[in-house]
């Protein structure tokens, strides 16, 4: 007798946070399209309130494991621990948004919606395994950064930093969907877990090959980075913010899902085309970092040296290395918000632009900022006790343990050579005099919101546990499937 499909019921408490952010954008477009143009009190209490009850959400079911809509989504410890700091740095980046903004007369209501409908497309990239809805969800989250680059009113460079990102953007989605035709051929199935079930084949690893191109060039892996320092110089700089930190979690994670996947014929493949993009990532990245001029573009430049450090942990294609990459992943995500979101707050004065000479004695200037900017560079640095140091720490023993010493001294050399600006930034900022002599303070809210972000850098780097504990379990339990 013929089998009928199981008619299943959708679980939406498995994905009620994304459902949240997601209507939190439909009623703040709503709400614009009835009041002509909504006031921005509005739609940054709408916006927070939907950011947080889906944090409070995420807090209550995660202990949840389970698939819904017929395996297209998988909610798992790692998709709820990635959700949740991508939500909370949205949350963040509203304190950053409007004084950035209004500055620079470039306040649109529209920016709340297509910021909600981006976190859905990223919360949605983390949580499965089906080539699908990893398409729309890329397409989802690409086209509010495409958007929202270009957000600055007056500005040719945000334009131009748009124009690039679109461009690149669309080949890397074109060049992943190619890869996915060939990995559907090989397998005839659209969900990564059983893609490699049916051992090798030339259209297994042609499939492959275009599907991680397509997302190095989301990552701005080397060399397919050329789109990423004008698109981060040119985007407003909390957008900036929001893609340096939320759009490298979202990118990475469907590559982190794929290393317990590949431990069979095609491991030697992964480990040797993996571990030469991360080791040219990091080298090129910090050396080209030490020659600018604009800290945005400086900043951009360690951003590509970074991909090359969480690309370093998923070489080894180890369990241990997907712990070392996934904390990494967590940790530069406070650590890149922190520095741009402090020169977001710098901006709004008239003196002060994103050249690295306007830094000159900052801490004359404005010692809070200075101090948070220097703790953000510190950690980034890898200094301890910053979480920095511990994430660079979990990749050398990643590579260690998988005997990977060249990527390891690649990593010991290019982390050296980063020394060169993050100390530079930093030494301009205290030991030499100011440029202006404007005073500048940060209000009651961005000193919370830097104070807390600051606390995230030292508290993980003393108490590491507190967040490498839940990755661990989480990574684990991936693996034990």
Same mark, same amino acid.
């Given at each position: 007798?013929?089998?009928?499909?199981?008619?299943?019921?959708?679980?939406?408490?498995?994905?009620?946070?994304?459902?949240?952010?997601?209507?939190?954008?439909?009623?703040?477009?709503?709400?614009?399209?009835?009041?002509?143009?909504?006031?921005h009190?509005?739609?940054?209490?709408v916006?927070?309130?939907?950011?947080?009850?889906? +944090?409070?959400?995420?807090?209550?079911?995660? /202990?949840?494991?389970?698939?819904?809509?017929?395996?297209?989504?998988?909610?798992?410890?790692?998709?709820?621990?990635?959700?949740?700091?991508?939500?909370?740095?949205?949350?963040?980046?509203?304190?950053?948004?409007?004084?950035?903004?209004?500055?620079?007369?470039?306040?649109?209501?529209?920016?709340?919606?297509?910021?909600?409908?981006?976190?859905?497309?990223?919360?949605?990239?983390?949580?499965?395994?089906?080539?699908?809805?990893?398409?729309?969800?890329?397409?989802?989250?690409?086209?509010?950064?495409?958007?929202?680059?270009?957000?600055?009113?007056?500005?040719?460079?945000?334009?131009?930093?748009?124009? =690039?990102?679109?461009?690149?953007?669309?080949?890397? +989605?074109?060049?992943?969907?190619? /890869?996915a035709? *060939?990995?559907?051929l090989?397998?005839?199935?659209? $969900?990564?877990?059983?893609?490699?079930?049916?051992?090798?084949?030339?259209?297994?690893?042609?499939?492959?090959?275009?599907?991680?191109?397509?997302?190095?060039?989301?990552?701005?892996?080397?060399?397919?980075? *050329?789109?990423?320092?004008?698109?981060?110089?040119?985007?407003?700089?909390?957008?900036?913010?929001?893609?340096?930190?939320?759009?490298?979690?979202? *990118?990475?994670?469907?590559?982190?899902?794929?290393?317990?996947?590949?431990?069979?014929?095609?491991?030697?493949?992964? +480990?040797?085309?993996?571990?030469?993009?991360?080791?040219?990532?990091?080298?090129?990245g910090?050396?080209?970092?030490?020659?600018?001029?604009?800290?945005?573009?400086?900043?951009?430049?360690?951003?590509?040296?970074?991909t090359?450090?969480?690309?370093?942990?998923?070489?080894?294609?180890?369990?241990? /290395?997907?712990?070392?990459?996934?904390?990494?992943?967590?940790?530069?995500?406070i650590m890149?918000?922190?520095?741009?979101?402090?020169?977001?707050?710098?901006?709004?004065?008239? $003196?002060?632009?994103?050249?690295?000479?306007?830094?000159?004695?900052?801490?004359?200037?404005?010692?809070?900022?200075?101090?948070?900017?220097?703790?953000?560079?510190?950690?980034?640095?890898?200094?301890?006790?910053?979480?920095? *140091?511990?994430? =660079?720490?979990?990749?050398?023993?990643?590579?260690?343990?998988?005997?990977?010493?060249?990527?390891?001294i690649?990593?010991?050399?290019?982390?050296?050579?980063?020394? /060169?600006?993050?100390?530079?930034?930093?030494?301009?900022?205290?030991?030499?005099?100011?440029?202006?002599?404007?005073?500048?303070?940060?209000?009651?809210s961005?000193?919370?919101?830097?104070?807390?972000?600051?606390?995230?850098v030292?508290?993980?780097?003393?108490?590491?546990?507190?967040?490498?504990?839940?990755?661990?379990?989480?990574?684990?339990?991936?693996?034990?499937?």
């Amino acid at each position: 007798m013929q089998e009928f499909i199981k008619i299943e019921i959708p679980n939406f408490v498995l994905l009620l946070p994304e459902l949240i952010v997601l209507l939190t954008g439909f009623f703040i477009f709503t709400l614009d399209i009835l009041l002509k143009r909504v006031s921005h009190l509005i739609a940054i209490s709408v916006s927070s309130a939907g950011y947080i009850a889906s +944090i409070i959400v995420l807090l209550l079911i995660y /202990g949840h494991r389970g698939e819904t809509l017929y395996g297209l989504y998988v909610r798992d410890g790692l998709s709820t621990i990635f959700q949740i700091f991508m939500v909370f740095l949205t949350l963040i980046l509203l304190s950053v948004f409007y004084p950035y903004f209004k500055t620079r007369s470039s306040l649109y209501p529209e920016f709340y919606y297509i910021l909600s409908f981006s976190l859905a497309g990223a919360m949605f990239l983390v949580s499965s395994y089906n080539l699908v809805v990893l398409y729309v969800a890329i397409e989802a989250v690409s086209i509010g950064f495409y958007i929202l680059t270009a957000l600055l009113r007056g500005s040719f460079e945000s334009k131009e930093g748009a124009l =690039k990102y679109l461009i690149l953007g669309g080949l890397s +989605i074109a060049l992943a969907s190619y /890869g996915a035709g *060939f990995m559907y051929l090989h397998s005839g199935s659209l $969900d990564l877990r059983h893609i490699f079930l049916y051992g090798q084949s030339d259209a297994l690893i042609i499939g492959l090959l275009f599907f991680m191109v397509g997302f190095a060039i989301k990552l701005g892996a080397v060399p397919f980075h *050329f789109w990423l320092p004008d698109a981060y110089q040119g985007a407003p700089t909390p957008i900036t913010a929001f893609m340096a930190s939320v759009g490298k979690i979202a *990118f990475f994670a469907p590559i982190l899902r794929m290393i317990p996947l590949v431990q069979g014929d095609i491991l030697r493949e992964w +480990i040797l085309a993996v571990s030469t993009v991360s080791g040219l990532t990091m080298i090129y990245g910090n050396l080209i970092a030490l020659n600018q001029k604009d800290v945005k573009r400086l900043l951009a430049y360690s951003s590509i040296a970074n991909t090359g450090y969480v690309l370093a942990g998923i070489s080894t294609a180890s369990m241990i /290395g997907f712990k070392a990459s996934s904390f990494f992943l967590l940790a530069y995500a406070i650590m890149s918000f922190m520095s741009f979101a402090i020169i977001a707050l710098l901006e709004r004065f008239k $003196d002060f632009k994103t050249e690295i000479e306007t830094l000159l004695g900052l801490r004359n200037i404005s010692p809070a900022y200075a101090s948070f900017l220097a703790l953000s560079l510190i950690s980034l640095l890898g200094v301890p006790p910053t979480v920095g *140091f511990v994430a =660079k720490a979990l990749i050398f023993l990643s590579l260690a343990e998988s005997r990977l010493w060249y990527l390891a001294i690649v990593m010991i050399v290019a982390t050296g050579i980063s020394a /060169g600006y993050y100390l530079k930034l930093i030494s301009k900022m205290f030991m030499f005099e100011p440029r202006f002599s404007s005073n500048v303070k940060p209000s009651m809210s961005e000193s919370l919101t830097l104070s807390l972000l600051g606390l995230l850098v030292v508290l993980l780097g003393i108490l590491p546990i507190l967040l490498f504990g839940p990755v661990s379990q989480s990574v684990e339990a991936i693996f034990s499937r």
